[in-house]
Structure formats: C-alpha cells, structure tokens
C-alpha cells in the first residue's frame, strides 16, 4: 500500500465508535483481573457510544464516560481509574496521542488502562495515511505491536506499562513520572524536557538500584496453624548487597520490602528514561541538520 499524502482532511473519529452487546475485551479484562472494582471511580475517557460504562453502571460500577463528541459535557475530574480503550488508534496525528494520553494519565489517581488495536480485518482496508489508514468509511486506524504500544505509554508518561491482555497495559500512577509530548516539534520544549530526564537520572543514580533481572517474589508458609506470606528479593546473579542471590524481605509492611519495591522502581525508571533521553536526543539532532 503507499503512502498517500492528502490536503485538508477531516477525519469522522466519531464514526470509530462501535455499538456493543457488552463489555469491551479491555474493560472486562481489568474488571475480571481487579484492576476496576465497584467503589472505584472511573472515568472511560473517549468512551464513544458509551456502551461499556451503561453495562458497568448496571453492575454497580460509580463509572462515568467521556467523548467529545457524543458525551462533551462530562466533566474530566480526577479518579481513580482511567480507561483508555482504543483511542490512540483513532487519532490521526502522532503528537495529539501523546497529548491525550498525557491528559488521561493526569486524570488518574491509581491506574491508567490502555488498549489499541492489534490487527485490520479486510473490511477496513483503505488509504495509508501518515503511519496508519483512512478506512472506507473515512475513519483513521493506526494498528499497534505490544512492543509499539508499550514504548508509547512509557516514553509519553515515563512509567512502567505493565501487559494486561488483549495489546492492553495498565500504568500505576507515579508522583516521580516526568510525562512528556515526545513527538512534539518544539526545540525548545525537547531541550527543556531532556534536561529534567538528565537531571532526574543523576538523581535516581544516587541510590542503590537492584540488578536487571532481580523481581520480588512472593512466598507462603504455616506458622502456628496460620498461613504466613512473606517476600524475598531475588536474582540469577550474585549481583545483590553481599554477593548474595536472595534477600529476605518479610512481609509487605516491612520498610526492607518497602525499600526493595522502591529500588525496583527506581530501576525500570532509569531503563525508561535512558530511551526517552536517546529518542529526545534523536530528534533534536534531525533537527539541527
């Protein structure tokens, strides 16, 4: 298919919207997996028809939606969860994605959830049109990998995405997160973003950081009649305090679990940032030639 270059067009994003007999294979995913509950607040930003929020709401769900077509007068107030379904693949313009992903993120108190679309099926084959397709129906369709989607989330909001199922990923909303408009065109704004990522990496550098593939696992034991969890912190090499391969870290209220949960944050900031700092770099440099 090549690349068609077409003048003043208007894309229908409202006519993506579909009906649906029930919940999205998102929505149900992070109520079945206990990312939604019932007493959390949500919001389902870019909610198109509003479908998934009517069947969440006759469960007992406080949800509400957004979209500025069908429901513009919903007021986007913070919550605890944001549901991100499939709007990146509508919009087509690379930097307005990061803008509402950015906006939906600072909308979240706990978790974000995001999906886009995986795959075309023939019936939506069409124009190509800057990195995705204008469908017979006028409608833009931007198709994500994992792997895509995954960079987009952490290179905009600067956290970890962590798979769900479905090419969905949840983020944990993050205090420390420098989010950023990483396709923007603004020198001066890269410039200024790229000098808080290097200023935060020194300050992430300057505590102890656990090896790449250490995790946290979780462990169970009886003690006194009484099933007892506890975690250790663990990795293949002997690259922990003391050349040790494990660390005992108690149980979850422990401040050596605390601790250890905190350097691994740390850690995947860092992995994070490096790539935001060499893509930023990137740009700049295509810039000044």
């Not at 050349?243 to 900031?269: F, P, S, W």
């Amino acid at each position: 298919m090549t690349q068609t270059h077409l003048e003043n067009v208007i894309i229908p994003r409202h006519k993506a919207a579909l009906k649906r007999n029930e919940l999205s294979l998102p929505m149900a995913a992070a109520v079945d997996r206990g990312i939604l509950l019932p007493h959390h607040t949500h919001l389902d930003y870019g909610c198109g028809r509003g479908d998934d929020v009517r069947f969440l709401q006759a469960m007992g769900f406080r949800s509400k939606g957004y979209d500025p077509y069908y429901f513009p007068r919903t007021l986007k107030r913070a919550v605890d969860v944001v549901t991100l379904l499939y709007v990146l693949s509508t919009i087509e313009v690379p930097m307005l994605r990061c803008e509402v992903l950015y906006h939906a993120y600072q909308l979240t108190r706990q978790t974000l959830v995001v999906s886009a679309i995986t795959g075309r099926s023939a019936n939506h084959a069409g124009v190509a049109y800057n990195d995705g397709v204008i469908t017979r129906w006028g409608t833009f369709e931007k198709c994500y990998s994992h792997t895509e989607l995954k960079h987009l989330i952490e290179d905009t909001l600067g956290v970890p995405a962590r798979y769900l199922a479905h090419n969905t990923y949840t983020v944990s909303h993050n205090s420390h997160a420098l989010p950023l408009i990483i396709h923007s065109s603004d020198r001066s704004y890269l410039a200024q973003c790229h000098s808080l990522l290097h200023s935060q990496q020194q300050e992430l550098k300057s505590a102890w950081i656990p090896p790449a593939d250490a995790i946290i696992e979780k462990h169970s034991s009886i003690q006194k009649g009484k099933r007892y969890y506890y975690f250790r912190l663990k990795s293949r090499s002997r690259s922990l305090p003391n050349g040790k391969l494990t660390m005992h870290l108690g149980n979850a209220t422990n401040q050596c679990y605390l601790d250890a949960v905190q350097a691994i944050e740390r850690r995947d900031l860092l992995r994070i940032n490096e790539r935001r700092l060499i893509r930023i770099e990137a740009i700049l440099s295509g810039m000044s030639e």
